[in-house]
């Protein structure tokens, strides 16, 4: 095993300061080679990760694995290229969007919708970037793609720690750390989905040809050999704050009592995207039947959307005990999970976290008979010390849902963001759910709510899953996190724009669907998004935005919109 890694390394280290000053026309063509081999191989991709987590192939849920794998990744190479290309010319990274300062000075840059075909395929949505202290509109600039502003750059090797449940992950990742940041990279597959590795080696082959990319294969000592090695100087994880508290102060007694003297055995700079307990606030106001129903799908989606395996899935549904529809979105949430086919519990541990999470909570309902039930525990005491729910990532198919006493919107949503940064664990993503005549109510306070809020990924009327999907935006826990008290992580990740000082991303959607938006007075086209787990033609829609991707162009268009349609 050794002997392996250390023959991986050992090109990435010869080849890290060419890496870093290569010149930025050779880096696109590297990019142009992997976006051509993604598009090639997407088939194989899906299909390998379908078999992986047991999905039928023709089943609509094969929409997640074309959304989350081939077709992230190909969106965020073409969002890379356009940022590449405009620093190679000496233009302007950021034109064409829109930037604003909020009260107090805190810049704020919209990042999506980048061009026309961004405003059809999400119409209606917006994403924005807010920037920490210091930076300015005067300075804005200086804060981007500062990479390509040295003269002559270190190079670096970064380790990467791959994902085991979306597979544009690993991909994603290595994007990051070589084109965003200079660094060369070695992969550290995770076992649970080892099997695309071959295939994200044929995707890459230019740059492992070149030598300033690797990929390797083993379970935990490879990764503890890794993390020590005298080759790698930098690291980087997507998984638990458990496991990077493990690498980071090491295991038993004795890691437990580094920690706590912050005394860590691993120094080298080390990113992190951890997870955590994201909530979903569902805001008074005047919601139909319709709605009702629309929106416990949309909470349905944030909670088991890849089976529930994500680190940005909601775990705690956070409502307003004095208003009617709360009851009636739960009683609709739960015929909603009822009415979604069981799937396979592909990740390990799941049993026990679910088992764990029933113990902790004798009232929770075991709502079917599969290997590793789905639940839902409601009514949990927002009050409660130490609540297992808001202090434990669930990773499974397990929701819990609590009442604030508010139940006025403005008081609600003020009251809704002090409980989440006090009371639940990590920073990652939180959701608001709000009627577009309750945003009218709350006008400035939502936007005040939102800069209060200590989460580094916002959804206003959408899944922060989006947010993840988004190249433009950037993907990682909200700052401040140590590496004693790590959360949901340090850094961040995607950020195509190469922001240096990001705070948090915020992505805005419609809370109707198109077409009943418009009997509603919200005029946008975008129907149910195709990563909702109740789309019947997600598959379709999944794939045609893949092709859609790998080659921008009307013709794609219509096709695209009958599948999306026809949900």
């Given at each position: 095993?050794?002997?392996?890694?250390?023959?991986?390394?050992?090109?990435?280290?010869?080849?890290k300061?060419?890496?870093?000053?290569?010149?930025?026309?050779?880096?696109?063509?590297?990019?142009?080679?992997?976006?051509?081999?993604?598009?090639?191989?997407?088939d194989?991709?899906?299909?390998?990760?379908?078999?992986?987590?047991?999905i039928?192939?023709?089943?609509?849920?094969?929409g997640?694995?074309?959304?989350?794998?081939?077709?992230?990744?190909?969106?965020?190479?073409?969002?890379?290229?356009?940022?590449?290309?405009a620093?190679?010319?000496?233009?302007?990274?950021?034109?064409g969007?829109?930037?604003?300062?909020?009260?107090?000075?805190?810049?704020?840059?919209?990042?999506?919708?980048?061009?026309?075909?961004?405003?059809?395929?999400?119409?209606?949505?917006?994403?924005?970037?807010?920037?920490?202290?210091?930076?300015?509109?005067?300075?804005?600039?200086?804060?981007?793609?500062?990479?390509?502003?040295?003269?002559?750059?270190?190079?670096?090797?970064?380790?990467?720690?791959?994902?085991?449940?979306?597979?544009?992950?690993?991909?994603?990742?290595?994007?990051?750390?070589?084109?965003?940041?200079?660094?060369?990279?070695?992969v550290?597959?995770?076992?649970?989905?080892?099997?695309?590795?071959?295939l994200?080696?044929?995707?890459?082959?230019?740059?492992?040809?070149?030598?300033?990319?690797?990929?390797?294969?083993?379970?935990?000592?490879?990764?503890?050999?890794?993390?020590?090695?005298?080759?790698?100087?930098?690291?980087?994880?997507?998984?638990?704050?458990?496991?990077?508290?493990?690498?980071?102060?090491?295991?038993?007694?004795?890691?437990?009592?580094?920690?706590?003297?912050?005394?860590?055995?691993?120094?080298?700079?080390?990113?992190?995207?951890?997870?955590?307990?994201?909530?979903?606030?569902?805001?008074?106001?005047?919601?139909?039947?319709?709605?009702?129903?629309?929106?416990?799908?949309?909470?349905?989606?944030?909670?088991?959307?890849?089976?529930?395996?994500?680190?940005?899935?909601?775990?705690?549904?956070?409502?307003?005990?004095?208003?009617?529809?709360?009851?009636?979105?739960?009683?609709?949430?739960?015929?909603t999970?009822?009415?979604?086919?069981?799937?396979?519990?592909?990740?390990?541990?799941?049993?026990?976290?679910?088992?764990?999470?029933?113990?902790?909570?004798?009232?929770?309902?075991?709502?079917?008979?599969?290997?590793?039930?789905?639940?839902?525990?409601?009514?949990?005491?927002?009050?409660?010390?130490?609540?297992?729910?808001?202090?434990?990532e669930?990773?499974?198919?397990?929701?819990?849902?609590?009442?604030?006493?508010?139940?006025?919107?403005?008081?609600?949503?003020?009251?809704?963001?002090?409980?989440?940064?006090q009371?639940?664990?990590?920073?990652?993503?939180?959701?608001?759910?709000?009627?577009?005549?309750?945003?009218?109510?709350?006008?400035?306070?939502?936007?005040?709510?939102?800069?209060?809020?200590?989460?580094?990924?916002?959804?206003?009327?959408?899944?922060?899953?989006?947010g993840?999907?988004?190249?433009?935006?950037t993907?990682?826990?909200?700052?401040?996190?140590?590496?004693?008290?790590?959360?949901?992580?340090?850094?961040?990740?995607?950020?195509?724009?190469?922001?240096?000082w990001?705070?948090?991303?915020?992505?805005?959607?419609?809370?109707?669907?198109?077409?009943?938006?418009?009997?509603?007075?919200?005029?946008?086209?975008?129907?149910?998004?195709?990563w909702?787990?109740?789309?019947?033609?997600?598959?379709?829609?999944?794939?045609?935005?893949?092709?859609?991707?790998?080659?921008?162009?009307?013709?794609?268009?219509?096709?695209?919109?009958?599948?999306?349609?026809?949900?």
């Amino acid at each position: 095993m050794e002997a392996t890694v250390d023959r991986a390394l050992a090109p990435l280290s010869e080849h890290k300061h060419e890496w870093a000053g290569l010149g930025i026309e050779r880096k696109l063509r590297y990019l142009e080679a992997v976006r051509t081999a993604v598009a090639a191989h997407a088939d194989e991709w899906v299909r390998l990760a379908l078999t992986g987590k047991e999905i039928p192939k023709h089943s609509p849920l094969a929409g997640e694995e074309w959304i989350s794998g081939p077709y992230a990744v190909l969106i965020a190479i073409n969002a890379l290229t356009k940022t590449l290309k405009a620093v190679a010319a000496g233009g302007d990274v950021l034109a064409g969007t829109k930037i604003r300062t909020r009260a107090g000075g805190q810049v704020v840059v919209e990042v999506f919708p980048g061009d026309v075909f961004d405003k059809l395929l999400l119409n209606g949505y917006r994403a924005e970037v807010w920037m920490q202290d210091g930076v300015t509109p005067a300075n804005l600039r200086d804060h981007v793609a500062s990479f390509y502003k040295q003269a002559e750059p270190a190079g670096s090797v970064a380790l990467i720690l791959g994902a085991g449940n979306i597979s544009s992950i690993p991909p994603l990742d290595v994007l990051t750390k070589m084109f965003n940041e200079g660094q060369v990279a070695i992969v550290k597959m995770n076992p649970i989905n080892d099997y695309l590795g071959p295939l994200f080696e044929e995707i890459f082959t230019d740059l492992i040809d070149g030598g300033f990319l690797r990929f390797v294969y083993g379970g935990g000592d490879v990764g503890a050999y890794l993390t020590n090695h005298d080759l790698v100087d930098t690291l980087h994880i997507t998984g638990s704050a458990h496991t990077y508290n493990k690498i980071v102060f090491g295991t038993g007694e004795a890691g437990a009592d580094r920690l706590a003297n912050n005394q860590p055995i691993i120094t080298k700079p080390f990113t992190s995207e951890l997870g955590g307990v994201g909530p979903t606030f569902v805001v008074p106001g005047p919601w139909t039947d319709a709605d009702l129903a629309y929106q416990a799908e949309h909470l349905a989606t944030q909670k088991f959307h890849n089976a529930g395996f994500n680190c940005i899935a909601s775990q705690v549904l956070v409502l307003p005990r004095g208003w009617t529809g709360s009851d009636r979105l739960v009683e609709e949430l739960r015929r909603t999970i009822l009415a979604i086919p069981p799937r396979e519990a592909y990740y390990p541990g799941a049993d026990e976290r679910q088992l764990a999470a029933v113990a902790k909570h004798p009232h929770a309902e075991v709502l079917d008979g599969g290997p590793v039930p789905r639940t839902l525990i409601t009514n949990i005491d927002p009050n409660g010390t130490d609540e297992y729910s808001f202090t434990t990532e669930f990773f499974g198919g397990v929701y819990a849902t609590t009442q604030l006493p508010e139940s006025e919107p403005i008081d609600f949503v003020r009251a809704a963001v002090e409980f989440a940064n006090q009371k639940l664990a990590g920073t990652l993503g939180a959701q608001f759910l709000i009627h577009p005549k309750t945003l009218q109510h709350l006008g400035p306070v939502l936007d005040e709510a939102i800069a209060d809020l200590e989460y580094g990924n916002v959804g206003v009327n959408t899944w922060t899953g989006a947010g993840y999907l988004l190249p433009t935006a950037t993907w990682g826990a909200y700052p401040g996190h140590t590496h004693d008290d790590i959360g949901s992580g340090i850094g961040v990740v995607h950020n195509a724009y190469m922001f240096d000082w990001p705070e948090k991303s915020v992505t805005h959607a419609p809370f109707h669907p198109f077409p009943r938006a418009l009997l509603n007075g919200e005029f946008h086209l975008s129907p149910k998004p195709p990563w909702f787990v109740t789309h019947r033609r997600a598959d379709k829609a999944g794939e045609r935005l893949t092709r859609f991707a790998a080659q921008p162009g009307w013709r794609h268009l219509p096709g695209l919109f009958a599948a999306a349609l026809r949900h």
